[in-house]
């Protein structure tokens, strides 16, 4: 089978679990030597072990990206080790829900760090190595895909600041996205629904079992299903530029 991504690089937020675990992996398999990017450095190096056991490259890279040198320096890492950059997926995402009523600012912000300014600030750094790559490679064409969430579509009591930063998330993706289309770097969103990962673990014990009630039994997307649209996304023709895919399990209404 042909690996359409081989000779390539990507570089992959929030690899240490979920989604950026999956898609970590997924690229791989398509070819491309991935950098992987978190705060569990246990994690990624078991992950990075895994891509090379199977004859993959891949570096961990374990940096905090809610700071804009560390998110810089990242992308720097890639390139110097692994001799440009392709393709940015930015996953890192924390979501803490509850009333907007008594709600503790410290989790607004952390939010607002990580779903948005963490985005900002590798995209910001990767773009001119990205606009690079779609110049002077055999492909002639890179990628930017951005995690976003149907929370980015549609806004839910319970996940205002959360819906906020989504909604961000998409904004600054189709800004972006017109900026960089005439140097062939496709900046694209990929707006899920209820995944089956860690997120909803970090909020409080009442909150998940809202989260719980709220969607009763359905069957969740897993990790890989979004794993497969960012690959699905990056591996289409140059000519072709996938803006948005929203993408919810079958039972969610």
């Given at each position: ?10 570089l ?7 989604i950026g675990h ?20 246990d ?16 570096l ?30 930015n996953?890192a ?22 779903n ?6 590798t ?14 490679t055999?492909?002639?064409v890179?990628?930017?895909?951005n995690?976003g969430?149907l929370a980015?579509r549609s806004?839910?009591?319970m ?12 904004a ?12 062939h770097?496709?900046?694209?969103v ?14 409080s014990a009442?909150?998940?079992q ?12 897993q990790?890989?299903?979004?794993a ?6 990056v ?7 996938v ?6 399990p079958t039972?969610q209404?």
């Amino acid at each position: 089978m042909t690996r359409r991504l081989e000779g390539t690089v990507a570089l992959v937020t929030g690899a240490s679990s979920g989604i950026g675990h999956a898609t970590a992996l997924e690229l791989a398999r398509e070819g491309a030597s991935v950098a992987l990017v978190g705060r569990r450095e246990d994690r990624l190096t078991a992950l990075a072990a895994e891509i090379t056991g199977a004859g993959g490259k891949a570096l961990a890279v374990p940096v905090d990206i809610t700071d804009a040198q560390a998110a810089s320096e990242a992308v720097e890492r890639t390139v110097e080790g692994l001799g440009r950059l392709d393709t940015l997926v930015n996953n890192a995402g924390l979501m803490l829900l509850g009333p907007a009523l008594g709600a503790d600012l410290d989790d607004w912000r952390r939010m607002i760090d990580i779903n948005l300014m963490g985005l900002m600030y590798t995209s910001h750094a990767a773009t001119p190595h990205l606009v690079k790559s779609a110049t002077d490679t055999p492909r002639r064409v890179a990628d930017i895909v951005n995690i976003g969430s149907l929370a980015g579509r549609s806004a839910f009591a319970m996940s205002a600041v959360y819906c906020a930063t989504k909604f961000g998330v998409g904004a600054f993706s189709e800004a972006l996205r017109q900026e960089l289309a005439p140097s062939h770097v496709r900046v694209s969103v990929v707006e899920p629904g209820s995944v089956d990962t860690e997120l909803r673990t970090h909020n409080s014990a009442p909150v998940q079992q809202q989260l719980e009630a709220h969607f009763g039994d359905i069957e969740r997307l897993q990790s890989q299903d979004i794993a497969d649209a960012v690959g699905y996304i990056v591996t289409r023709p140059r000519h072709v530029a996938v803006a948005e895919l929203l993408i919810r399990p079958t039972e969610q209404v």
